[in-house]
């Protein structure tokens, strides 16, 4: 391409390490300045065996600007004394190479030109010198190399799928594999993580992670404590008897017995003067007996507003209660509106009880009704509304970003991840008998005790050796690897009834069926990934299905199976299986696409309730509520990673006393990810007796993980031997 001053400019942008004369070599090569800095950067050294080009005022000197900077400089040693050499020498050693200034014609100066300061021998001792670097020289030039290339890779495909608003970015959602350009740019701006570590650590000052969340917990609180001062000071449900309101009012403004921090009586309000002076014009004149006159001082006084103290008192008051009034309006119509009825309202209440928050509820609303109302509004008193399950996004999936302005709906909502998190967190912190604030481990605080949970690893129980385990059927290890054993069972929750409905709800995500990775890490941030040498998590979810529903036939006689629900994206029914029909039903699981338990949720509700709706009611918005006659839903749950609505899952559990979860984890061997679901999945069950879980990973011993699982599933010690007899494969009867 012809090069003009310009193209060497913007080359230079894009690479600061290249000369002019790099620049022309590459523009020259090339048909744009994209493809030009791409040659650049996959070979600096590409065009290094040819001349530098020569071009009229880039990299020599013309006529004018020689004269111009010779005279310059014979001035300057003229005027200080020194050489031209010894300025030169003293320039090089102080100085940081710099572009010169063009001098213009009236003598002033601009910095528009690339013409360097130096003479040639100046030139010859630059290229002599070593090129200097540091770490976020380094780094810039690895994420300027990395994002053109992203950039380039975006617009052409914005280009190709006739994107044509250069903000949207490319998008293709499939249930299955995809090498399609669209689904290989997404895995290309994963990748993008190493490139992420390394300018995070070039430029970030130390510490700076831990003085980010200090600053959170910080500004949390002090919205916190923002919101809570400027709560009404009185009840704003009992002001109409001025029983609540009129002392906090009469004991800020009454001085009339108060003395100073020096002992010395306060002077009371300038109304007891005003008075005074009334007085003393009144008696100047005859008013005893005549009528009272308005003063010209009171009409002054009205003029410009000036009240005594009562008066204040009394319009202070009047304020407050009006805005009390308004308040106190507000809640009741939105209580009204958003529960009509009766049976609206013991949906509600039966709520609030199962969480544990009717109390704190009702000293919200009675206490700190600002807060209640907000609150009220975003639904957090409530039931999740079953319609959100099937959304692909919903007010429990916005994300919170500060940096972006996406804000939280509480005071403190700086930290979480989405506004589901934040609710989770909130009731946690809000229930009856909670002990201390539950907070939301920080990303470093995670981490490490991710790391600690691992290395509890020791190696299985050996009694639950077998050879038909997947791992040693397929060859891939002789033994397990070592498992974080789960603590002593204790029975929190009633045990089985006969009554019971047991059901298995699988995720069907993408990541079911890739091959085995365990993300490489470099203290907090994901650097790469390598290889593990364990089963596919379907293969080690389909053998413990099998384990499970062997066992469960033999405890419990229902030979014609259990109910199959997959999930990823969205829910899809599988139908009944056992031991027999196991192999040919399977052919029907599909493996691909998200992780959105909620859908997989809603699916097995209805599917319960279907079996059970005489003991049940169904509510238009809040969907099926069990009655005392309804059957407890026994639900193993199987997961290999966490769903992207696992906190609205997790919120809609704490409402439920009818469901019994009971979840599976599926991990890579040794990877601190799996272990942080591990320890957020332990937290959950420490407040939720309904929910508990068994996770495994890299060469899952699968008797010990299914014997763990029945222990749970069931509600009782089921003893080693009690195991054993349920393990045999069920006797079924045509």
């Not at 299955?176 to 990748?191: E, G, L």
């Not at 079953?386 to 500060?402: D, Q």
């Not at 997959?566 to 299986?577: C, E, L, R």
């Amino acid at each position: 391409m012809l090069t003009t001053i310009d193209d060497i400019a913007k080359f230079i942008a894009f690479a600061p390490d290249a000369s002019e004369g790099t620049a022309i070599r590459f523009l020259e090569g090339a048909n744009t300045i994209d493809e030009a800095v791409g040659q650049y950067y996959e070979n600096p050294e590409k065009y290094a065996h040819k001349p530098t080009p020569i071009m009229p005022g880039v990299g020599q000197d013309t006529k004018d600007t020689k004269y111009d900077k010779e005279t310059s400089d014979s001035m300057t040693a003229k005027e200080t004394g020194e050489s031209k050499e010894s300025k030169e020498s003293k320039m090089m050693a102080d100085a940081p190479p710099t572009y010169n200034q063009s001098t213009t014609s009236n003598g002033s100066t601009t910095g528009a030109s690339l013409q360097p300061t130096t003479s040639r021998s100046q030139s010859q001792q630059y290229k002599q010198h070593k090129h200097h670097t540091n770490a976020v020289i380094e780094a810039g030039h690895l994420r300027a190399r990395d994002e053109q290339e992203m950039q380039n890779l975006k617009q052409s495909l914005q280009l190709a799928y006739h994107i044509y608003n250069s903000d949207i970015e490319p998008e293709h959602e499939i249930e299955t594999y995809c090498n399609c350009p669209i689904h290989q740019y997404r895995r290309r701006k994963i990748n993008r993580l190493g490139v992420q570590k390394a300018w995070s650590n070039a430029v970030m000052y130390p510490a700076s992670v831990r003085q980010t969340i200090d600053l959170n917990a910080y500004l949390n609180a002090k919205a916190q404590a923002d919101i809570d001062a400027k709560e009404p000071p009185m009840s704003i449900w009992e002001f109409d008897t001025e029983k609540s309101l009129r002392p906090q009012l009469t004991n800020a403004t009454d001085t009339s017995d108060r003395v100073d921090e020096k002992k010395r009586p306060v002077e009371k309000p300038l109304a007891g003067k005003r008075q005074s002076i009334a007085g003393s014009l009144a008696g100047n004149s005859n008013t005893d007996l005549a009528p009272a006159k308005t003063s010209k001082l009171a009409g002054l006084k009205k003029a410009l507003a000036m009240k005594t103290p009562e008066e204040k008192v009394a319009a202070k008051e009047g304020k407050m209660m009006g805005r009390g009034r308004e308040l106190r309006e507000a809640i009741i119509s939105e209580e009204v509106g958003r529960w009509p009825d009766d049976q609206w309202r013991k949906i509600v209440a039966v709520y609030q009880d199962k969480v544990g928050m009717t109390q704190k509820i009702a000293d919200l609303r009675a206490r700190q009704p600002t807060q209640y109302l907000h609150l009220l509004r975003a639904g957090y008193f409530e039931p999740i509304p079953v319609a959100w399950a099937n959304l692909a996004s919903n007010p429990l999936k916005f994300s919170i970003e500060a940096a972006g302005g996406w804000r939280g709906i509480t005071p403190a909502w700086r930290g979480y991840e989405d506004t589901a998190e934040e609710r989770l967190y909130w009731v946690l912190n809000h229930r009856e008998g909670s002990a201390g604030v539950r907070l939301k481990p920080d990303l470093i605080s995670a981490m490490n005790l991710a790391r600690a949970r691992m290395a509890m690893a020791v190696e299985p129980p050996p009694e639950y050796f077998s050879n038909d385990d997947t791992c040693h059927l397929q060859h891939t290890s002789d033994g397990y690897s070592k498992q974080v054993l789960p603590p002593p069972f204790r029975a929190y929750d009633a045990p089985e009834t006969v009554a019971d409905d047991t059901m298995i709800l699988l995720d069907v995500s993408g990541s079911m069926d890739f091959d085995p990775l365990r993300p490489n890490y470099n203290e907090y941030l994901i650097t790469g990934y390598s290889h593990s040498t364990q089963p596919k998590n379907k293969d080690v979810a389909k053998a413990i299905i099998r384990r499970f529903t062997d066992a469960m036939a033999n405890h419990d006689h229902n030979f014609r199976g259990y109910q199959l629900t997959t999930f990823a994206n969205s829910a899809n029914y599988i139908g009944t299986i056992n031991h027999k029909n196991l192999s040919s039903m399977w052919r029907n699981v599909r493996i691909g696409g998200g992780t959105r338990v909620m859908t997989g949720w809603q699916k097995v509700k209805d599917l319960h309730f279907q079996k059970h709706s005489e003991s049940a009611t169904y509510h238009p918005v809040y969907g099926w509520q069990a009655g005392p006659q309804t059957p407890i839903l026994r639900l193993l749950l199987l997961l290999d990673g966490e769903a992207t609505d696992m906190d609205e899952f997790e919120l809609d559990l704490l409402g439920l006393s009818w469901v019994h979860v009971t979840i599976f984890l599926i991990g890579v061997d040794g990877c601190p990810h799996h272990h942080r679901h591990a320890n957020e999945l332990q937290r959950i069950s420490e407040v939720n007796h309904h929910v508990s879980f068994v996770d495994a990973q890299g060469n899952t011993p699968e008797r010990f993980v299914t014997h763990e699982l029945l222990k749970r599933h069931l509600g009782y010690e089921v003893s080693m031997a009690e195991f054993v007899e349920m393990e045999h494969p069920p006797a079924y009867v045509e």
